[in-house]
């Protein structure tokens, strides 16, 4: 069999291993109990358990690949093509001394099984894709059906049916009879077990936990912000996030948001955006909630004759019977809740990214007014920059501003920027009039009138060399944790920026970055 053997035996053994280690990313519960101890935080980067599932993913191809391109191009035809009697003196005993054709070995079990596993792995890689999942209009209008992160969700799901195969394929090997030389199930069996252990528990515990919406509102943009009751026992740290599902939409599917109420609230809340197919059903339906509901008020109204005070209306919201269901399970890590590391943290959120700084914002702030300030002197500044191109973003997270800002207006712990993208920078003469218009507002009001809150709106991108120089030069010495949620093209850059100001100066930037 020559080279071709060796070639094939040998990426079957990485395949082995890297299909044993994409498992452990996706065991979330695992993750998050193991990120909370120092020392093995420190050394495995399980902010980066996306990427490295990617990984595993790329050398699971490159094994695909080799193991089967060398099978089918090299092996079998040189079984196929051997002489009879050399054939039966060397590896005739392995194939029942009966010389098989090339159809013969693709229709043994070891032939289907791999080709079915290929075919499966074939598809669920493509619709992986950055542009199958979230850019699903770019592609020809026949195509836009089988893709979407719905199609990804679901065949990623299907790749369960590849590790029965798996486990069918390596027990039919042709030439190992000895069950000692099957070492598949060796590799697999922890790794499995970790993840079938937590697929049980998740759903467990999800019927446990019983979550009740309290309020529901519909902002510009697409987004619906939820108000839920906290469910007894439920703990968390601010960054954390939480798997949601709508039973309305489909009881299998189960999508990450982050939380945006901080661990001392009474209640959940959490900002929902439509950016794909589930969030877009999940936002039409409390669309339909919330006309319904104005409908009803409207009638009420005419009926009673007479407006109806905040409290009716509260009332008559709660008792919507058609309010969907929804279940939440987690909460689980993310490199947003490792800002309690750090003294001085930078935050920076894109659009929805700004989500999971909310909630430390919101923990910070209550942190300033509690009692014994224990929490407040761990925290010596907090910097966070919002950008969005859309006016309408700053409603989402209006309230909460204003409440951070109220409760940070004696102590200067937590500085926030407002960029808007969309409106000219200051000093552009397309800009002059709105720019003296905002800065007179503020100063009379002490008000924005873009974002409406206590934080004034920037123009245009903010120069973030000027931004690391100017923390840099204030906190001379420190080390300053960046956290940053948005695309990965400024993320790249900002990471940059960290590792090239900490070799510049004496501030050290260390860069964490969300990924979902």
């Known amino acids: 069999m020559g080279y071709c053997l060796c070639t094939a035996k040998g990426a079957a053994e990485t ?25 093995i935080g420190s050394v495995v980067p399980f902010n980066d358990t996306i990427n490295f599932h990617k990984l595993v993913a790329a050398g699971i191809i490159i094994g695909v690949i080799l193991h089967a391109g060398v099978h089918l191009t090299c092996d079998f035809p040189r079984i196929v093509g051997a002489d009879i009697f050399l054939f039966r003196q060397t590896i005739g005993c392995g194939f029942g001394y009966m010389q098989p054709s090339y159809l013969d070995i693709l229709a043994s079990t070891e032939g289907w099984t791999g080709i079915a596993m290929v075919i499966l792995m074939l598809i669920a890689f493509l619709l992986a894709l950055r542009i199958p999942r979230r850019k699903p209009q770019s592609l020809p209008e026949p195509i836009q059906r089988f893709v ?72 510009s943009g697409k987004v619906v912000s939820l108000k839920m009751k906290k469910p007894s026992g439920f703990t968390y740290r601010s960054g954390m996030y939480v798997f949601v599902q709508c039973p309305q939409i489909s009881k299998f599917e189960w999508h990450p948001y982050s939380l945006t109420s901080a661990p001392d609230d ?9 950016l794909g197919d589930w969030s877009y059903q999940f936002y039409s339906i409390f669309q339909e909630v919330n006309l319904s509901y104005q409908c009803l008020w409207l009638f009420n109204r005419l009926l009673a004759n007479c407006l109806l ?16 269901k929804i279940a939440i399970d987690g909460p689980y890590g993310s490199a947003s809740q490792d800002h309690s590391k750090y003294e001085i943290v930078l935050l920076i959120g894109l659009g929805i990214g700004a989500t999971p700084f909310i909630s430390v914002l919101k923990d910070i702030a209550n942190g300033i007014n509690k009692l014994d300030k224990a929490k407040a ?5 907090a910097y966070f ?23 940070d207006k004696n102590q200067g712990v937590i500085e926030m920027y407002n960029y808007l993208t969309s409106v000219f920078q200051e000093g552009d003469k397309r800009s002059a009039l709105i720019s003296a218009i905002q800065a007179l507002h503020f100063i009379k009001n002490g008000v924005d009138i873009i974002s409406k809150t206590p934080v004034r709106t920037q123009f245009a991108r903010p120069n973030w060399h000027r931004v690391f120089s100017g923390l840099a030069t204030t906190h001379g010495g420190e080390r300053i944790g960046v956290f940053y949620c948005g695309p990965g093209s400024l993320g790249r850059q900002l990471e940059r920026l960290c590792h090239g100001m900490s070799a510049k100066t004496a501030t050290r930037f260390v860069f964490h970055k969300e990924h979902f």
């Open 15 to 39: 395949l082995k291993l890297n299909m044993a280690l994409v498992l452990l990313p996706v065991c979330r519960n695992t993750v998050t109990w193991l990120r909370k101890s120092c020392t």
């Open 148 to 219: 979407g992160f719905n199609a990804f969700w679901y065949s990623h799901h299907v790749l369960i049916l590849v590790y029965v195969l798996l486990i069918i394929h390596s027990m039919f090997l042709f030439l190992a009879k000895d069950f000692t030389e099957k070492t598949t199930w060796m590799y697999l069996a922890i790794p499995v077990l970790i993840y079938v252990g937590e697929r049980i528990f998740r759903s467990i515990r999800s019927e446990m936990v019983a979550v009740k919406i309290l309020k529901a509102r519909i902002y």
């Open 266 to 274: 009474d209640n959940l809340s959490m900002h929902v955006r439509s």
């Open 309 to 324: 005070d905040e409290l009716n209306r509260a009332a008559l919201i709660s008792a919507q019977p058609n309010l969907p």
């Open 377 to 381: 002197k761990r925290k010596q500044k």
């Open 385 to 407: 920059y919002w950008v969005t191109r859309d006016q309408g973003s700053f409603e989402w997270f209006g309230d909460i501003m204003k409440e951070v800002s109220r409760m």
